[in-house]
């Protein structure tokens, strides 16, 4: 996992832990009931943040003018 996280770390710069670890278990391909559970939160918490991780990785890459 050591090469994912300093993949993200360096793409996503301004990611949190809690976000790293967010995308880390969404490579690994857990259904949403699991990662809830892990990361100690509500279903529906889970299904804002991964939206608003999105949302965040939209606006991450860099923009050309």
Known sequence: ???YT???R???AGFST???LLLLMCE???DNKT???IMGLTLETLKKRKT???IKM???SPVTL
């Open 1 to 3: 996992l050591f090469p």
């Open 6 to 8: 300093t993949l993200f």
């Open 10 to 12: 360096s793409k996503y």
């Open 18 to 20: 809690q976000d790293v």
């Open 28 to 30: 690994m391909q857990l």
């Open 35 to 37: 990662m809830a559970r």
């Open 52 to 54: 608003r991780m999105r």
């Open 58 to 60: 939209r606006t991450a």
